[in-house]
C-alpha cells in the first residue's frame, strides 16, 4: 500500500477490520485493507510529524480519532463513509507544554466526560478532560485555553503528575482502562524502564475546576538489562508483560508481577536479530514480533528463537508497526505498508535469506554456537569459528561442516586475521592467548603471550609479521615463521590505552590505527643481542624496542580501519580510512619526524564508513573500497565513483585481498 504522492516514512498506525489508518508526515491516509487501495489523505497536524494514532468513542459523536505528534495533538470525528470525497471534521486541539511519548484515550464514564492522558518527554504526565465548548467557565486557572478556536470540544487540564526520577525520556507507554489506574512505563536515559502510576493518588470524584497537581510518585518496579538507550516500550494486551527496545540491538521482554512492586528487575528472555537499532514491537500469546531500522520484521517464539524473518520495505527502517486479529501491518522509510499474518497457525519456523541456519543433523551448532568470524579461504572453502569455541571447516557448495577442533580458550571472545596470502589465519583470546590455524582448520601453533590481558586486534602486516595489541595500551611485533616458531621482534607499552583496531608495516616504521581517530608513527630501533628462549617448536624473545615518533588527529572521533603506506629515502607516506567515510593522506619527514596532512576527502558523499581500501598498482582497473551506507553493506569502484555491489548490513567486513573475505559476524 503506497502513495505517490507524499514519500515520506509511515510513522504511526493504527488498524480495524476494513482500513489501516496511516501517519505520513503532516498527513493522515485513510487505506483499504482488501482492495490495497488509498482511499483518503488529509494534512491532520499543522507542523509536527504523526506519531500516535488512537479511537475514542464519544456517545454524541460516535468514533473519533485521537492523533498526536511532537507537541501537537487533534481529535476528529470518524467519517461514516470513507472516499476520495470525506473530509474530517475536527473536534478539538492542544497544544503540549512538553513532547509526547505517548496517549491515552479514555472514554466517558457515566457522568464524567472522556479523557486524554499524556505521557511527556521529561517523565512526567497529565490528563486532560474532553469538555463542550460552552461548558468551560470563562477563565480556568492553570488552563490553556482558547474558547474562541471555533471548534466544539475543548480540552482542559485536570491533573498533572510527575515521577521522583526527574529526567529526559526516549519512549514511554501506558496501560490501563482507567485513570487511576494507568500504569507508565518510562524509558529512562538511564537505560532503564522505570513503572509507576501517575494518577493512583487522584480521588475517584469528579474533578475540580482548578487543576490538580499531585507529589512526585516513586517508580514502583525498575526493568534493567539493556546496553543502550530505550526507544520503544509495548505491553502485551493483558498488561502481564512489557518488551522495551534498545540502541543496543535488543529487545528485551520482562514478566510484570502484582503487585508491580513485586516484578523483577531482570527480562525472561532476550531477543537479538536485528543489525541495527530495534524500533517497535508486539506482544501476542503465542509469538513475539519485533522491527528495527534495519528493514527487518523478526517473529520469535517464547524461548527467544527466531521464528520468521520478513525484509518486504525498501531500506530506510520499520518505523511502525500495529497487529489486529492475527493481521500485522508495518510502515517503512520508504513510504509503505506491508500486511503480514501472525495468526497462531500460520507463525511457524522458516529458513529465510540472511539466516545461521546450520544443518538440522549437525547438534553442535545451536542457538548459543553461533558463528562470530566467518573466513573465505577459497570458492570451496569457508572457516567458522563460533562463540563456544569451535572450529569449522564448510566445504561449498555442498554446505557441509566438519568440526576440526574445540578451543576453550576462545569461548565468548575472540579476534581474528587471515594473511594475504591465504595461509594462516590468527585468533586471540580474552587471556593474550594466540593461535595460528591452517587453511584446511588445522591448528598450527599455541602461544602464550607474556602480557595475558585481552587481545584487542591481531593483525598480519607481511606473510610473516604479525601485531598483536592489547588491554592496557601493549602493542607487540612478532614474527611466526613459516615454520611457526614464534620470536618477540620489538614491544612497546602506552601510557593511555588507545585500543587500536589497524595496524601496518613499512620498512623500520609502524603504523597503528585507534578507535578515537588517532593515527601513532613508531619507528622500530635497533634491535639488542638476547637470547631467545625455546620452548618446542617456539622461540620467544625481545629483541627490538618501538620508538612513538608522532600522533596525529586525523579521523575525528572516528575509529580508524585500515593503513597503508610506502616510504622512499626522505618521507613516508600513509593512507588511512575511517568509519567517518574519510580517507586521509599524510607524509613523515624522516629527518624531523615533522608529519603533514596532505589530502582529506571524502569518495562519496552517502558512504559514511570505509571498512576496506583496496590498494593496488596503477595499471589495474579495479581499484575499490568497501565500507556501509547506512543500513547497506556496498563496495565502490574508485574509477567510476559508483557503487558496484550492495546488500543488507549483517557483519562487520575485513578484506585483507582481492580474493579473501574475513566477515566478523555481530
Same mark, same amino acid.
Given at each position: 500500500?503506497?502513495?505517490?504522492?507524499?514519500?515520506?516514512?509511515?510513522?504511526?498506525?493504527?488498524?480495524?477490520?476494513?482500513?489501516?489508518?496511516?501517519?505520513?508526515?503532516?498527513?493522515?491516509?485513510?487505506?483499504?485493507?482488501?482492495?490495497?487501495?488509498?482511499?483518503?489523505?488529509?494534512?491532520?497536524?499543522?507542523? $509536527?510529524?504523526?506519531?500516535?494514532?488512537?479511537?475514542?468513542?464519544?456517545?454524541?459523536?460516535?468514533?473519533?480519532?485521537?492523533?498526536?505528534?511532537?507537541?501537537?495533538?487533534?481529535?476528529?470525528? @470518524?467519517?461514516?463513509?470513507?472516499?476520495?470525497?470525506?473530509?474530517?471534521?475536527?473536534?478539538?486541539?492542544?497544544?503540549?507544554?512538553?513532547?509526547?511519548?505517548?496517549?491515552?484515550?479514555?472514554?466517558?464514564?457515566?457522568?464524567?466526560?472522556?479523557?486524554?492522558?499524556?505521557?511527556?518527554?521529561?517523565?512526567?504526565?497529565?490528563?486532560?478532560?474532553?469538555?463542550?465548548?460552552?461548558?468551560?467557565?470563562?477563565?480556568?486557572?492553570?488552563?490553556?485555553?482558547?474558547?474562541?478556536?471555533?471548534?466544539?470540544?475543548?480540552?482542559?487540564?485536570?491533573?498533572?503528575?510527575?515521577?521522583?526520577?526527574?529526567?529526559?525520556?526516549?519512549?514511554?507507554?501506558?496501560?490501563?482502562?482507567?485513570? $487511576?489506574?494507568?500504569?507508565?512505563?518510562?524509558?529512562?536515559?538511564? /537505560?532503564?524502564?522505570?513503572?509507576?502510576?501517575?494518577?493512583?493518588?487522584?480521588?475517584?470524584?469528579?474533578?475540580?475546576?482548578?487543576?490538580?497537581?499531585?507529589?512526585?510518585?516513586?517508580?514502583?518496579?525498575?526493568?534493567?538489562?539493556?546496553?543502550?538507550?530505550?526507544?520503544?516500550?509495548?505491553?502485551?494486551?493483558?498488561?502481564?508483560?512489557?518488551?522495551?527496545?534498545?540502541?543496543?540491538?535488543?529487545?528485551? !521482554?520482562?514478566?510484570?508481577?502484582?503487585?508491580?512492586?513485586?516484578?523483577? $528487575?531482570?527480562?525472561?528472555?532476550?531477543?537479538?536479530?536485528?543489525?541495527?537499532?530495534?524500533?517497535?514491537?508486539?506482544?501476542?500469546?503465542?509469538?513475539?514480533?519485533?522491527?528495527?531500522?534495519?528493514?527487518?520484521?523478526?517473529?520469535?517464539?517464547?524461548?527467544?528463537?527466531?521464528?520468521?524473518?520478513?525484509?518486504?520495505?525498501?531500506?530506510?527502517?520499520?518505523?511502525?508497526?500495529?497487529?489486529?486479529?492475527?493481521?500485522?501491518?508495518?510502515?517503512?522509510?520508504?513510504?509503505?505498508?506491508?500486511?503480514?499474518?501472525?495468526?497462531?497457525?500460520?507463525?511457524?519456523?522458516?529458513?529465510?535469506?540472511?539466516?545461521?541456519?546450520?544443518?538440522?543433523?549437525?547438534?553442535?551448532?545451536?542457538?548459543?554456537?553461533?558463528?562470530?568470524?566467518?573466513?573465505?579461504?577459497?570458492?570451496?572453502?569457508?572457516?567458522?569459528?563460533?562463540?563456544?569455541?569451535?572450529?569449522?571447516?564448510?566445504?561449498?557448495?555442498?554446505?557441509?561442516?566438519?568440526?576440526?577442533?574445540?578451543?576453550?580458550?576462545?569461548?565468548?571472545?575472540?579476534?581474528?586475521?587471515?594473511?594475504?596470502?591465504?595461509?594462516?589465519?590468527?585468533?586471540?583470546?580474552?587471556?593474550?592467548?594466540?593461535?595460528?590455524? $591452517?587453511?584446511?582448520?588445522?591448528?598450527?601453533?599455541?602461544?602464550?603471550?607474556?602480557?595475558?590481558?585481552?587481545?584487542?586486534?591481531?593483525?598480519?602486516?607481511?606473510?610473516?609479521?604479525?601485531?598483536?595489541?592489547?588491554?592496557?595500551?601493549?602493542?607487540?611485533?612478532?614474527?611466526?615463521?613459516?615454520?611457526?616458531?614464534?620470536?618477540?621482534?620489538?614491544?612497546?607499552?602506552?601510557?593511555?590505552?588507545?585500543?587500536?583496531?589497524?595496524?601496518?608495516?613499512?620498512?623500520?616504521?609502524?603504523?597503528?590505527?585507534?578507535?578515537?581517530?588517532?593515527?601513532?608513527?613508531?619507528?622500530? @630501533?635497533?634491535?639488542?643481542?638476547?637470547?631467545?628462549?625455546?620452548?618446542?617448536?617456539?622461540?620467544?624473545?625481545?629483541?627490538?624496542?618501538?620508538?612513538?615518533?608522532?600522533?596525529?588527529?586525523?579521523?575525528?572521533?572516528?575509529?580508524?580501519?585500515?593503513? /597503508?603506506?610506502?616510504?622512499?629515502?626522505?618521507?613516508?607516506?600513509? !593512507?588511512?580510512?575511517?568509519?567517518?567515510?574519510?580517507?586521509?593522506?599524510?607524509?613523515?619527514?624522516?629527518?624531523?619526524?615533522?608529519?603533514?596532512?596532505?589530502?582529506?576527502?571524502?569518495?562519496?558523499?552517502?558512504?559514511?564508513?570505509?571498512?576496506?581500501?583496496?590498494?593496488?598498482?596503477?595499471?589495474?582497473?579495479?581499484?575499490?573500497?568497501?565500507?556501509? @551506507?547506512?543500513?547497506?553493506?556496498?563496495?565502490?569502484?574508485?574509477?567510476?565513483?559508483?557503487?558496484?555491489?550492495?546488500?543488507?548490513?549483517?557483519?562487520?567486513?575485513?578484506?585483507?585481498?582481492?580474493?579473501?573475505? @574475513?566477515?566478523?559476524?555481530?
Amino acid at each position: 500500500l503506497k502513495s505517490a504522492d507524499i514519500n515520506a516514512p509511515v510513522t504511526a498506525l493504527y488498524c480495524t477490520s476494513t482500513h489501516v489508518f496511516a501517519g505520513q508526515g503532516l498527513h493522515l491516509k485513510i487505506l483499504d485493507i482488501k482492495s490495497a487501495a488509498q482511499l483518503f489523505q488529509e494534512q491532520v497536524l499543522i507542523q $509536527s510529524d504523526i506519531h500516535h494514532i488512537h479511537e475514542l468513542f464519544l456517545p454524541t459523536v460516535g468514533s473519533c480519532l485521537v492523533v498526536a505528534g511532537s507537541k501537537e495533538l487533534a481529535i476528529f470525528a @470518524m467519517p461514516s463513509t470513507i472516499d476520495s470525497a470525506t473530509t474530517l471534521r475536527q473536534l478539538a486541539k492542544l497544544q503540549a507544554s512538553d513532547w509526547i511519548w505517548d496517549v491515552r484515550a479514555l472514554p466517558p464514564i457515566e457522568e464524567r466526560p472522556a479523557i486524554i492522558a499524556l505521557a511527556l518527554g521529561h517523565n512526567t504526565a497529565c490528563a486532560y478532560q474532553l469538555v463542550a465548548n460552552k461548558d468551560v467557565s470563562q477563565k480556568s486557572k492553570g488552563n490553556s485555553i482558547d474558547k474562541d478556536s471555533g471548534l466544539p470540544y475543548l480540552l482542559q487540564l485536570v491533573v498533572t503528575a510527575e515521577s521522583t526520577v526527574n529526567c529526559l525520556l526516549y519512549a514511554a507507554r501506558f496501560h490501563g482502562r482507567s485513570l $487511576s489506574t494507568l500504569v507508565l512505563a518510562s524509558g529512562t536515559i538511564f /537505560q532503564e524502564t522505570h513503572l509507576w502510576q501517575p494518577f493512583h493518588a487522584l480521588s475517584q470524584q469528579s474533578p475540580a475546576s482548578e487543576p490538580l497537581r499531585l507529589p512526585p510518585q516513586p517508580p514502583l518496579a525498575v526493568l534493567q538489562g539493556h546496553d543502550g538507550v530505550i526507544f520503544n516500550i509495548r505491553f502485551s494486551e493483558a498488561g502481564d508483560e512489557l518488551v522495551s527496545l534498545s540502541d543496543d540491538r535488543s529487545a528485551r !521482554v520482562y514478566r510484570l508481577s502484582t503487585p508491580l512492586s513485586e516484578t523483577s $528487575s531482570q527480562p525472561i528472555v532476550t531477543l537479538y536479530g536485528h543489525s541495527s537499532r530495534v524500533w517497535e514491537a508486539c506482544i501476542l500469546p503465542h509469538v513475539i514480533i519485533t522491527a528495527g531500522e534495519d528493514g527487518v520484521v523478526n517473529y520469535w517464539n517464547r524461548q527467544g528463537q527466531r521464528l520468521r524473518r520478513f525484509t518486504r520495505h525498501r531500506g530506510q527502517g520499520l518505523w511502525s508497526l500495529a497487529q489486529y486479529q492475527g493481521r500485522l501491518f508495518t510502515g517503512g522509510g520508504d513510504g509503505s505498508v506491508q500486511q503480514y499474518s501472525c495468526q497462531a497457525g500460520t507463525v511457524k519456523p522458516v529458513v529465510t535469506s540472511g539466516e545461521w541456519q546450520p544443518p538440522a543433523k549437525d547438534a553442535c551448532l545451536q542457538q548459543t554456537n553461533h558463528p562470530v568470524h566467518v573466513v573465505l579461504v577459497s570458492n570451496t572453502r569457508v572457516l567458522v569459528v563460533t562463540r563456544c569455541g569451535n572450529l569449522y571447516r564448510l566445504s561449498l557448495p555442498e554446505m557441509t561442516f566438519e568440526l576440526k577442533t574445540s578451543l576453550p580458550g576462545l569461548v565468548r571472545y575472540s579476534v581474528a586475521h587471515y594473511d594475504a596470502a591465504g595461509q594462516r589465519c590468527v585468533l586471540g583470546s580474552l587471556t593474550g592467548l594466540l593461535i595460528v590455524v $591452517s587453511a584446511e582448520a588445522d591448528v598450527l601453533l599455541r602461544h602464550q603471550l607474556d602480557t595475558t590481558t585481552r587481545i584487542v586486534c591481531v593483525r598480519w602486516v607481511t606473510p610473516t609479521q604479525l601485531i598483536v595489541t592489547q588491554d592496557g595500551g601493549h602493542v607487540t611485533l612478532l614474527d611466526i615463521g613459516l615454520d611457526n616458531r614464534v620470536r618477540v621482534v620489538a614491544a612497546i607499552d602506552f601510557e593511555a590505552d588507545p585500543w587500536f583496531q589497524c595496524a601496518a608495516v613499512c620498512q623500520e616504521h609502524v603504523l597503528l590505527g585507534d578507535r578515537t581517530g588517532c593515527l601513532h608513527l613508531l619507528r622500530l @630501533m635497533e634491535p639488542t643481542q638476547e637470547t631467545g628462549q625455546e620452548t618446542g617448536q617456539e622461540t620467544v624473545g625481545t629483541s627490538s624496542r618501538l620508538e612513538l615518533l608522532a600522533t596525529v588527529k586525523c579521523h575525528g572521533h572516528a575509529s580508524l580501519t585500515t593503513l /597503508q603506506a610506502e616510504q622512499d629515502e626522505s618521507t613516508l607516506r600513509v !593512507v588511512s580510512t575511517g568509519r567517518d567515510g574519510l580517507v586521509c593522506q599524510h607524509e613523515l619527514e624522516l629527518a624531523t619526524n615533522t608529519v603533514h596532512e596532505i589530502q582529506r576527502h571524502r569518495l562519496m558523499k552517502k558512504l559514511d564508513w570505509i571498512e576496506a581500501f583496496l590498494p593496488v598498482d596503477k595499471h589495474d582497473d579495479n581499484r575499490r573500497v568497501v565500507g556501509f @551506507m547506512k543500513n547497506d553493506l556496498v563496495v565502490v569502484d574508485l574509477d567510476v565513483n559508483q557503487v558496484v555491489r550492495e546488500g543488507p548490513w549483517i557483519a562487520t567486513a575485513f578484506v585483507a585481498k582481492a580474493t579473501h573475505l @574475513m566477515i566478523s559476524c555481530c
